[in-house]
């Protein structure tokens, strides 16, 4: 790699990408996209604890229990990946 | 408009709690535990409020050491010592993206921040670290992780002052990685190893077969940081059932095996490297649906000299111990057995002295004592038992019983959560209570606050006739308890002595036949009465002197001291007497005064002093003197102060200085003199303590009545009691003064009082009776009396007239009435045959006297749980007074109730009536469903105190909001805006408006204006046309806003809260406002043209802030007399604030620059940026935050000199802005 590259736009980009997990590129496909909104929700509920609480007594659920969904929920979080196109 | 955000009552949930040794003191008590052992602290975070509280084994109660707001989300803490130390610190992570480290200074009282480290971006991200934290027990590392890919491990050391050090951090990163738990495992002085339950997902996100996603394993994950190298390496990683979801460090080097138990749903795992499963299943509540797992939420480990275990909690309850056989280092047995039941927790700390810490994750927090460690035979299930059928582990069945093991000794009230919340004055009383609807499920309250400070009566009895003054005195100073009431009529004097009993006697030798003016212990052992005519002076061995007053010359006023005394004679003359070294009581000097004296006062003798040289003298012409009592200036004036209406009553309070410690800040002795003028104004004042120069003035008014002022012992020291039309408290709390009601009715004298039963009491007459009570919960803004519900409310009206209150109710998986009732006859019937381990039957108190020791306490264990798509529901109408349901309507056929409002209809054929929104079989995943929704009408029978169905109308989406408008009934179902007028049969639908975007949350009307609250869309201004029969929308918010409470401010303006924990005011500009009031149309035709599509015209927003917790009811009300409106919210989190708007641009510029200089000077202790917490979704707009202001009194005096400086005032004057803005609130 020369010395110019690395402060190119794209590679500055990739930098991004690779430390900050969903940021975004142009050939996102919508179902990635949704995936790290969901991800990112999840967390942030997690996080969150008034919202956990908000959650759980919609659910009546122990706010354990809720937290412990929304953890398992961030594994396929839009459902299963749609088939992607061969080219 | 600006805004002052001030917090009422703080947080009173828990997030998270730890114990631990924070102030390093060694226990007072060491006979109860050993000796050398320091005593323990709980720290506890409530949202973003941390406290440390500390078990009071005198008491039984928890006592708040400290209670700090952070400013941020706390979301994990934990405690580590360094090895050989006797202090523990305290870890925070947060959403600030910075760990903290804590260390408490017991001597100022606060938290210190040791160590700050930023390792990432701030707010609850997935990948910045802050959501799990894990402590090497030795002290050595510790790792904080994110719930996604990011670990960093810090190495903890000290240098050569002793002081904690930390390393930069170690990454033990890995991409596509969820972690669910993480703890530290107890290896001795080996390498620090963290252990974590980590689940991969990259291949399942690429895999659209959805084969990866179901062979998606989860992991035990060991790093071993290893100190020599300065390297965190990813030791081993081995599969583990894929239910679990929380680790436990189980003890290590001599104590026990090392490694860890795996919490999994159904299973508790033993688990260390290279060492073989060990696998128990967590026994079931024989009435669990089987669809449900069992999921551990809390875990505690308790551990003594020779053995140790594990108390852990599932989500239903029950909390299970759990033993490990072991033998060297393998681990032969693990077992649970069923220990006891309590409310779920959110934290459960075992405390060395025998007690157990449970934070409530809803509901008020309680604390047990152990009684037994569970050694009975119980049910149990162990590894060794264990049975494998066809569909996997066979789990043992159980009943929960009563509380075995552990007793509960006290609780500690939580608000959480608050569902709903009005403030209204229905007891009439002199300011307003607040109703809350708090709790969940089983644990429901409805909650009354009133502002000031609970009182706990011990005794009431009545007089002969109405008393108008009370005292309680020692014999001898040296004496712990009072010896004698003495209460004085309108012309005699009754004298009752303590003792056993309280009763009558005549042999004290104090003068009967008149009444008194005042009584006291004078010197060491003598007692004193003042009557109109004269002194009498008791000596200890019955002598008695009296000195009379001259001519017929009456005595009007008395000041004393124990040494003083000072009396005002009716002709305008003013004598002051001394106590001698002989115990002699001598006339000193005598003075005429120019006017009437209206009240006299004395100030205490300083400690090794002889006397006070403070004399005030209030008189008619509206002025307080101070004179000298010196011998050689005696009864000269030092100096005068012009009050704003003549004194009624003067008191001196002492405040003896601190040097902070664990009750106080750093401050000097003072003396304040306090006067109650005859306006109903209290008038303080710092007494300069050598000049007598009166300086630093503050005023509040206390009510109507004058107040009278009355010393008395609070927590040791000296307090004031001012009865105005309800008694206020004026006491030191924390370094801090503060005058606080006291919920209770007027009182006309008070006293302190002190006997053996109640070592702090006050003792006071009002009517005809005499009172003797103690004052609680010092420090408390409100006082709450509880009344139980059923379900989890959701929201209730007040009925106007007949002040009851109307409540619906509604939890989701959970068995009606009826079937509750059916399964505990059945479960009676069949004893405890069920409970599948038939040696329970020989529990005492299972067979004889059954009845009682099963019927289960609901609000202990919870309703039975239900297939989740069950739901209950009922329509309470409640008497607040006499705390009465007097009509209970439980919905049948899995309804749900979900809006409540009464309405009159044109048609006054009916009166008021009550619609109830309900939704049938409602579920919330995948996506909001319902079979049907109904709009149920009720007439009130029985004066209101019962209900009778009009009809039902049914709706085709869920009705969440109803709203009278103009005579008809404004319904929200689903998006629709609909219009109903209320026929024989159902209701009539007249007009609707099917505009707006997702679900209508709140409906407010005004004049001919409604204003709906949308669920994710913030607020649409309608109006209704009567002409044409039409609603339509004229103006709408440009922001997304997910509305969880909603409030009408003004014609042009809504207050609202969305779910991410924001407040913010909407308002229509003047000029579309004016605009719309005077087209012909109302603005029908710009209606029609619509703009960007969304309505012609846009709110905006005028003032935004992050509360930081999700609000769920606001109200513009005022919570004092005569108080400016503020607007009142509740939280999920059972907080209770207000905002405040200025009315003056002066006090804008004020708070908004000590705000600057705060955030500057002070920031927030976990490390977040105190301007960026307030804007953590929409920047901060036109809002003070007070919380932060009111920081300002327990910074350091230089410090606040230096912020006091840059403001161009002194520290004292900004000390009185603050109370000042505050006594506007409450």
């Given at each position: 790699?020369?010395?110019?590259?690395?402060?190119?736009?794209?590679?500055?980009?990739?930098?991004?990408?690779?430390?900050?997990?969903?940021?975004?590129?142009?050939?996102?496909?919508?179902f990635?996209?949704?995936?790290?909104i969901?991800?990112?929700?999840?967390?942030?509920?997690?996080?969150?604890?008034?919202?956990?609480?908000?959650?759980?007594?919609?659910?009546?659920?122990?706010?354990?229990?809720?937290?412990?969904?929304?953890?398992?929920?961030?594994?396929?979080?839009?459902?299963?990946?749609?088939?992607?196109?061969?080219? | 408009?600006?805004?002052?955000?001030?917090?009422?009552?703080?947080?009173?949930?828990?997030?998270?709690?730890?114990?631990?040794?924070?102030?390093?003191?060694?226990?007072?008590?060491?006979?109860?535990?050993?000796?050398?052992?320091?005593?323990?602290?709980?720290a506890?975070?409530?949202?973003?409020?941390?406290?440390?509280?500390?078990?009071?084994?005198?008491?039984?109660?928890?006592?708040?050491?400290?209670?700090?707001?952070v400013f941020?989300?706390?979301?994990?803490?934990?405690?580590?010592?360094?090895?050989?130390?006797?202090?523990?610190?305290?870890?925070?992570?947060?959403?600030?993206?910075?760990?903290?480290?804590?260390?408490?200074?017991?001597?100022?009282?606060?938290?210190?921040?040791?160590?700050?480290e930023?390792?990432?971006?701030?707010?609850?991200?997935?990948?910045?670290?802050?959501?799990?934290?894990?402590?090497?027990?030795?002290?050595?590392?510790?790792?904080?992780?994110?719930?996604?890919?990011?670990?960093?491990?810090y190495?903890?050391?000290?240098?050569?002052?002793?002081?904690?050090?930390i390393?930069s951090?170690?990454?033990?990163?890995?991409?596509?990685?969820?972690?669910?738990?993480?703890?530290?495992?107890?290896?001795?002085?080996?390498?620090?190893?963290?252990?974590?339950?980590?689940?991969?997902y990259?291949?399942?996100?690429?895999?659209?077969?959805?084969?990866?996603?179901?062979?998606?394993?989860?992991?035990?994950?060991?790093?071993?940081?290893?100190?020599?190298?300065?390297?965190?390496?990813?030791?081993?990683?081995?599969?583990?059932?894929?239910?679990?979801?929380?680790?436990?460090?189980?003890?290590?080097?001599?104590?026990?095996?090392?490694?860890?138990?795996?919490c999994?749903?159904?299973?508790?795992?033993?688990?260390n490297?290279?060492?073989?499963?060990?696998?128990?299943?967590?026994?079931?509540?024989?009435?669990?649906?089987?669809?449900?797992?069992?999921?551990?939420?809390?875990?505690?480990?308790?551990?003594?000299?020779?053995?140790?275990?594990?108390?852990?909690?599932?989500?239903?309850?029950?909390?299970?111990?759990?033993?490990?056989?072991?033998?060297?280092?393998?681990?032969?047995?693990?077992?649970?057995?069923?220990?006891?039941?309590?409310?779920?927790?959110?934290?459960?700390?075992?405390?060395?002295?025998?007690?157990?810490?449970?934070?409530?994750?809803?509901?008020?927090?309680?604390?047990?004592?152990?009684?037994?460690?569970?050694?009975?035979?119980?049910?149990?299930?162990?590894?060794?038992?264990?049975?494998?059928?066809?569909?996997?582990?066979?789990p043992?069945?159980?009943?929960?019983?009563?509380?075995?093991n552990?007793?509960?000794?006290?609780?500690?009230?939580?608000?959480?959560?608050?569902?709903?919340?009005?403030?209204?004055?229905?007891?009439?009383?002199?300011?307003?209570?607040?109703?809350?609807?708090?709790?969940?499920?089983?644990?429901?309250?409805?909650?009354?606050?009133?502002?000031?400070l609970?009182?706990?009566?011990?005794?009431?009895?009545?007089?002969?006739?109405?008393?108008i003054a009370?005292?309680?005195?020692?014999?001898?100073?040296?004496?712990?308890?009072?010896?004698?009431?003495?209460?004085?009529?309108?012309?005699?004097?009754?004298?009752?002595?303590?003792?056993?009993?309280?009763?009558?006697?005549?042999?004290?030798?104090?003068?009967?036949?008149?009444?008194?003016?005042?009584?006291?212990?004078?010197?060491e052992?003598?007692?004193?009465?003042?009557?109109?005519?004269?002194?009498?002076?008791?000596?200890?061995?019955?002598?008695?002197?009296?000195?009379?007053?001259?001519?017929?010359?009456?005595?009007?006023?008395?000041?004393?001291?124990?040494?003083?005394?000072v009396?005002?004679?009716?002709?305008?003359?003013?004598i002051?007497?001394?106590?001698?070294?002989?115990g002699?009581?001598?006339?000193?000097?005598?003075?005429?005064?120019?006017?009437?004296v209206?009240?006299?006062?004395?100030?205490?003798?300083?400690?090794?002093?002889q006397?006070?040289?403070?004399?005030?003298?209030?008189?008619?012409?509206?002025?307080?003197?101070?004179l000298?009592?010196?011998?050689?200036?005696?009864?000269?004036?030092?100096?005068?102060?012009?009050?704003?209406?003549?004194?009624?009553?003067?008191?001196?309070?002492?405040?003896?200085?601190?040097?902070?410690?664990?009750?106080?800040?750093?401050?000097?002795?003072?003396?304040?003199?306090?006067?109650?003028?005859?306006?109903?104004?209290?008038?303080?004042?710092?007494?300069?303590?050598?000049?007598?120069?009166?300086?630093?003035?503050?005023?509040?008014?206390?009510?109507?009545?004058?107040?009278?002022?009355?010393?008395?012992?609070?927590?040791?020291?000296?307090?004031?009691?001012?009865?105005?039309?309800?008694?206020?408290?004026?006491?030191?709390?924390?370094?801090?003064?503060?005058?606080?009601?006291?919920?209770?009715?007027?009182?006309?004298?008070?006293?302190?009082?002190?006997?053996d039963?109640?070592?702090?009491?006050?003792?006071?007459?009002?009517?005809?009776?005499?009172?003797?009570?103690?004052?609680?919960?010092?420090?408390?803004?409100?006082?709450?009396?509880?009344?139980?519900?059923?379900?989890?409310?959701r929201?209730?009206?007040?009925?106007?007239?007949?002040?009851?209150?109307?409540v619906?109710?509604?939890?989701?998986?959970?068995?009606?009435?009826?079937?509750?009732?059916?399964?505990?006859?059945?479960?009676?019937?069949?004893?405890?045959?069920?409970?599948?381990?038939?040696?329970?039957?020989?529990?005492?108190?299972?067979?004889?006297?059954g009845?009682?020791?099963?019927?289960?306490s609901?609000?202990?264990?919870?309703?039975?749980?239900?297939?989740?798509?069950?739901?209950?529901?009922?329509?309470?109408?409640?008497?607040?007074?006499s705390?009465?349901?007097?009509?209970?309507?439980?919905?049948?056929?899995?309804?749900?109730?979900?809006?409540?409002?009464?309405?009159?209809?044109?048609?006054?054929?009916h009166?008021?009536?009550?619609?109830?929104?309900?939704?049938?079989?409602?579920?919330?995943?995948?996506?909001?469903?319902?079979?049907?929704?109904?709009?149920?009408?009720?007439?009130?029978?029985?004066?209101?105190?019962?209900?009778?169905?009009?009809?039902?109308?049914?709706?085709?989406?869920?009705?969440?909001?109803?709203?009278?408008?103009?005579?008809?009934?404004?319904?929200?179902?689903?998006?629709?805006?609909?219009?109903?007028?209320?026929?024989?049969?159902?209701?009539?639908?007249?007009?609707?408006?099917?505009?707006?975007?997702?679900?209508?949350?709140?409906?407010?009307?005004?004049?001919?204006?409604?204003?709906?609250?949308?669920?994710?869309?913030?607020?649409?201004?309608?109006?209704?046309?009567?002409?044409?029969?039409?609603?339509?929308?004229?103006?709408?918010?440009?922001?997304?806003?997910?509305?969880?409470?909603?409030?009408?401010?003004?014609?042009?303006?809504?207050?609202?809260?969305?779910?991410?924990?924001?407040?913010?005011?909407?308002?229509?500009?003047?000029?579309?406002?004016?605009?719309?009031?005077?087209?012909?149309?109302?603005?029908?035709?710009?209606?029609?043209?619509?703009?960007?599509?969304?309505?012609?015209?846009?709110?905006?927003?005028?003032?935004?802030?992050?509360?930081?917790?999700?609000?769920?009811?606001?109200?513009?009300?005022?919570?004092?007399?005569?108080?400016g409106?503020?607007?009142?919210?509740?939280?999920?989190?059972?907080?209770?604030?207000?905002?405040?708007?200025?009315?003056?641009r002066?006090?804008?510029?004020?708070?908004?620059?000590?705000?600057?200089?705060?955030?500057?000077?002070?920031?927030?202790?976990?490390?977040?940026?105190?301007?960026?917490y307030?804007?953590?979704?929409?920047?901060?707009?036109?809002?003070?935050?007070?919380?932060l202001?009111?920081?300002?009194?327990?910074?350091p005096?230089?410090?606040?000199?230096?912020?006091?400086?840059?403001?161009?005032?002194?520290?004292?004057?900004?000390?009185?802005?603050?109370?000042?803005?505050?006594?506007?609130?409450?």
């Amino acid at each position: 790699m020369q010395a110019s590259d690395r402060f190119n736009i794209n590679s500055q980009l990739e930098h991004l990408q690779a430390k900050y997990v969903g940021t975004g590129h142009a050939d996102l496909t919508r179902f990635e996209w949704a995936v790290n909104i969901q991800r990112d929700s999840y967390a942030s509920y997690i996080g969150h604890s008034p919202m956990l609480a908000y959650f759980s007594i919609a659910e009546n659920e122990s706010i354990g229990r809720e937290r412990y969904n929304f953890m398992q929920k961030m594994l396929l979080p839009c459902g299963l990946p749609p088939e992607r196109d061969e080219d | 408009m600006y805004l002052y955000n001030l917090t009422l009552q703080r947080t009173t949930g828990v997030v998270c709690a730890v114990i631990g040794s924070f102030s390093g003191r060694d226990s007072k008590k060491s006979s109860a535990t050993a000796p050398g052992s320091s005593t323990q602290e709980i720290a506890v975070a409530r949202g973003s409020t941390l406290e440390l509280l500390r078990h009071d084994p005198d008491t039984g109660r928890f006592h708040t050491m400290l209670s700090v707001d952070v400013f941020g989300a706390i979301r994990s803490l934990a405690q580590f010592r360094l090895p050989g130390a006797t202090k523990d610190y305290l870890v925070v992570g947060s959403d600030s993206g910075r760990l903290v480290i804590l260390e408490y200074s017991p001597d100022r009282n606060r938290f210190d921040k040791v160590h700050q480290e930023t390792f990432g971006k701030s707010c609850c991200r997935r990948t910045v670290p802050g959501q799990l934290l894990a402590v090497d027990p030795k002290g050595r590392a510790l790792c904080i992780a994110a719930l996604e890919k990011q670990k960093l491990v810090y190495v903890l050391n000290r240098d050569a002052a002793a002081r904690l050090t930390i390393s930069s951090p170690l990454e033990a990163h890995k991409s596509n990685t969820i972690t669910f738990s993480l703890t530290a495992l107890d290896c001795g002085f080996g390498n620090p190893i963290f252990a974590a339950i980590e689940l991969e997902y990259a291949e399942s996100d690429r895999d659209p077969t959805g084969q990866a996603a179901d062979q998606a394993q989860k992991y035990l994950t060991f790093y071993e940081l290893d100190l020599g190298l300065n390297h965190v390496s990813r030791k081993a990683s081995e599969p583990i059932d894929n239910g679990a979801n929380l680790l436990v460090t189980v003890p290590g080097g001599a104590d026990g095996p090392s490694g860890l138990l795996v919490c999994c749903e159904n299973f508790v795992l033993y688990r260390n490297q290279g060492h073989p499963e060990v696998l128990a299943v967590i026994p079931r509540r024989a009435d669990l649906p089987a669809e449900r797992g069992v999921l551990i939420v809390a875990a505690a480990t308790h551990r003594q000299k020779d053995k140790f275990f594990f108390l852990l909690q599932t989500e239903y309850g029950d909390i299970f111990k759990v033993d490990l056989e072991h033998n060297g280092g393998t681990v032969t047995e693990l077992r649970i057995k069923y220990f006891d039941t309590i409310p779920v927790t959110s934290a459960i700390c075992v405390l060395q002295s025998g007690f157990l810490f449970a934070a409530s994750e809803f509901g008020n927090h309680a604390l047990y004592q152990f009684r037994y460690l569970g050694q009975d035979v119980d049910v149990e299930s162990s590894s060794a038992t264990l049975m494998e059928t066809e569909e996997g582990f066979h789990p043992v069945f159980f009943q929960p019983r009563a509380l075995k093991n552990i007793l509960c000794i006290n609780e500690i009230e939580s608000l959480m959560p608050i569902m709903d919340m009005c403030v209204a004055n229905l007891f009439d009383e002199e300011t307003p209570q607040v109703f809350t609807a708090c709790g969940r499920g089983s644990r429901s309250t409805l909650r009354i606050l009133r502002p000031g400070l609970a009182i706990s009566e011990m005794a009431r009895s009545m007089l002969p006739a109405e008393p108008i003054a009370v005292w309680a005195v020692k014999k001898n100073i040296n004496y712990m308890f009072d010896a004698y009431i003495v209460v004085s009529f309108a012309n005699v004097t009754l004298v009752l002595s303590i003792g056993e009993t309280i009763e009558e006697v005549s042999d004290s030798q104090f003068l009967g036949t008149t009444h008194s003016l005042a009584v006291s212990l004078l010197g060491e052992n003598s007692l004193m009465q003042v009557h109109p005519n004269g002194i009498r002076h008791i000596r200890e061995d019955g002598r008695v002197n009296e000195w009379r007053t001259p001519g017929k010359k009456t005595i009007t006023k008395v000041g004393s001291n124990q040494l003083q005394v000072v009396i005002a004679l009716s002709g305008e003359e003013l004598i002051y007497f001394e106590m001698e070294m002989t115990g002699q009581l001598m006339e000193v000097e005598k003075q005429d005064m120019s006017g009437d004296v209206a009240c006299l006062a004395i100030a205490p003798v300083p400690e090794g002093r002889q006397r006070s040289r403070f004399l005030a003298v209030g008189s008619y012409d509206n002025t307080i003197r101070i004179l000298s009592l010196d011998p050689d200036d005696c009864l000269q004036p030092l100096s005068v102060q012009s009050v704003s209406s003549a004194p009624e009553s003067l008191m001196f309070l002492e405040v003896q200085a601190s040097v902070g410690g664990e009750d106080g800040a750093d401050h000097p002795a003072n003396l304040f003199l306090n006067a109650g003028l005859r306006n109903g104004v209290l008038f303080r004042t710092n007494v300069d303590m050598v000049t007598g120069q009166l300086s630093d003035t503050r005023s509040r008014f206390l009510g109507p009545r004058p107040p009278t002022l009355f010393p008395c012992i609070i927590s040791h020291r000296q307090a004031m009691l001012c009865l105005s039309n309800r008694p206020w408290l004026g006491y030191m709390h924390q370094g801090h003064f503060r005058l606080t009601p006291l919920s209770c009715d007027t009182l006309e004298s008070a006293a302190s009082f002190s006997s053996d039963q109640c070592t702090e009491g006050v003792v006071a007459v009002a009517g005809g009776a005499l009172r003797i009570f103690t004052i609680e919960r010092l420090g408390e803004t409100f006082n709450e009396t509880a009344i139980p519900l059923r379900y989890t409310p959701r929201k209730f009206v007040i009925l106007p007239k007949k002040k009851y209150l109307a409540v619906i109710e509604s939890d989701k998986g959970a068995l009606s009435a009826e079937e509750r009732e059916a399964a505990k006859e059945c479960f009676e019937a069949s004893g405890a045959v069920e409970n599948g381990n038939s040696k329970m039957q020989n529990g005492d108190g299972l067979e004889e006297g059954g009845e009682e020791s099963n019927t289960l306490s609901d609000e202990q264990y919870g309703y039975p749980k239900a297939e989740s798509e069950r739901w209950v529901s009922c329509i309470r109408i409640l008497d607040p007074r006499s705390r009465d349901t007097t009509c209970l309507l439980e919905l049948q056929d899995n309804e749900a109730a979900v809006s409540i409002c009464m309405v009159n209809f044109h048609d006054k054929e009916h009166g008021t009536l009550l619609a109830v929104g309900t939704a049938k079989g409602l579920q919330f995943w995948p996506k909001r469903n319902l079979s049907a929704g109904f709009i149920y009408i009720y007439k009130f029978v029985d004066e209101g105190r019962s209900l009778e169905l009009l009809h039902k109308t049914q709706v085709e989406e869920v009705p969440l909001a109803l709203c009278q408008f103009q005579g008809r009934l404004l319904a929200g179902v689903g998006s629709v805006l609909r219009l109903y007028d209320l026929g024989k049969r159902k209701l009539l639908r007249k007009c609707e408006n099917k505009l707006f975007p997702r679900t209508i949350v709140s409906i407010h009307t005004y004049r001919d204006r409604i204003y709906v609250g949308d669920m994710q869309e913030s607020f649409h201004y309608c109006k209704y046309r009567q002409d044409e029969n039409q609603l339509y929308i004229f103006a709408d918010d440009g922001v997304p806003r997910w509305l969880t409470a909603a409030n009408h401010i003004d014609f042009d303006t809504m207050a609202g809260a969305d779910k991410f924990g924001n407040i913010y005011f909407a308002r229509l500009p003047k000029d579309v406002s004016d605009e719309i009031e005077e087209d012909p149309t109302g603005g029908e035709i710009k209606w029609e043209q619509g703009k960007l599509n969304g309505a012609p015209n846009r709110i905006v927003e005028i003032a935004q802030f992050h509360v930081g917790d999700v609000v769920t009811c606001l109200q513009k009300a005022s919570l004092i007399p005569g108080g400016g409106e503020c607007l009142i919210y509740g939280t999920v989190m059972g907080s209770v604030g207000a905002l405040l708007a200025f009315n003056c641009r002066e006090d804008v510029d004020f708070f908004s620059h000590l705000e600057m200089h705060l955030r500057q000077e002070h920031p927030p202790l976990s490390g977040r940026d105190h301007m960026e917490y307030r804007s953590s979704y929409f920047p901060v707009k036109d809002v003070i935050d007070g919380d932060l202001c009111e920081q300002f009194t327990s910074i350091p005096a230089d410090t606040q000199r230096k912020i006091a400086d840059e403001l161009d005032r002194t520290p004292g004057e900004i000390l009185k802005k603050l109370e000042d803005i505050r006594n506007k609130i409450i």
